[in-house]
């Protein structure tokens, strides 16, 4: 009787209507959010579809007026993005360790991640117009160095976020498991802690490489564009993000078809990439 007169009492009731409109405006701004991601990708699968061919992938860029695809991007991209994995990723890990397994309580640590946040948000723009100040302008040309530098750059933040995170995770047992038998805490570390975080760890890595997948702010400072095949990292790169914004903005049809294209493309690949990302993070929680 008590509970009967409790469930229909003003208060309770109140409750119950307070907690339906809170649940209502979590559906509602929930379906807002997803109702622009389908738009998005309805409206790229609208317009660049079509485009999709094997020319896209063997031909160059072409001059307005003729068919060609996005072969010497796509290259670029390819190029400064896996040169800024390599930069980014090993300093990244070696970041996030030590704020994890020696100075976890460390004041220096806390500075590093307060420091590490700020960067992690900090524009990208930001970024290529600091790496233009100390490689373009001392160089005094574009290249491809500079644009996997200022890549490099945003991948660091990320993967060391991430290390620091999966490394917490580890339970303490692992690390006084392995000591109890003797092994150096470096070892302990590369055999233990790296292996029970490695899907997280490899999770922040394809993150890192899905936000940089899209940027085109700083290669326009770096590595600006090139119209033809070159793989020369001294030389100005073309890649896809820039390609794509300056052919959005051209006035030729043929060059705007092939800039929705390429959005299509890397939509699509950092989509798969993020995929694969939450798949290893479910992995990781599993196990």
């Not at 290390?163 to 498991?177: K, Q, S």
């Amino acid at each position: 009787m008590a509970l009967i007169s409790g469930a229909q009492s003003p208060l309770y009731a109140q409750r119950r209507r307070k907690n339906g409109i809170t649940m209502a405006l979590a559906y509602v701004a929930t379906a807002f959010g997803l109702t622009w991601l389908v738009l998005i990708l309805a409206v790229l699968l609208w317009e660049g579809f079509s485009g999709l061919s094997l020319r896209v992938f063997t031909e160059m860029t072409p001059p307005p007026g003729s068919a060609g695809g996005l072969l010497n991007p796509i290259l670029g991209s390819v190029v400064m993005t896996g040169l800024a994995v390599l930069i980014g990723t090993p300093l990244g890990i070696l970041a996030g360790t030590y704020m994890a397994e020696y100075g976890r309580y460390d004041k220096l640590s806390s500075v590093v991640r307060f420091i590490n946040d700020i960067l992690l948000s900090a524009p990208s723009i930001v970024i290529g117009l600091f790496v233009y100040e100390i490689m373009v302008a001392q160089m005094g040309h574009f290249s491809g160095w500079a644009g996997a530098v200022a890549l490099g750059v945003i991948v660091v933040p990320v993967v060391v976020r991430t290390t620091e995170d999966m490394l917490i995770l580890v339970p303490d047992t692992l690390r006084e498991a392995a000591a109890s038998i003797g092994l150096p805490r470096s070892l302990m570390i590369r055999r233990v802690a790296y292996r029970a975080a490695r899907a997280g760890m490899i999770t922040g890595v394809l993150l890192a490489v899905a936000r940089i997948s899209g940027e085109t702010a700083p290669l326009l400072f770096t590595a600006l564009n090139n119209q033809f095949w070159s793989t020369d990292m001294n030389a100005p790169m073309s890649s896809l993000p820039v390609v794509i914004f300056q052919f959005a903005l051209s006035p030729y049809k043929d060059w705007q078809e092939l800039a929705w294209t390429g959005a299509l493309i890397i939509t699509l690949s950092v989509l798969t990439l993020s995929i694969v990302a939450r798949a290893l993070a479910s992995q990781s929680k599993s196990s």
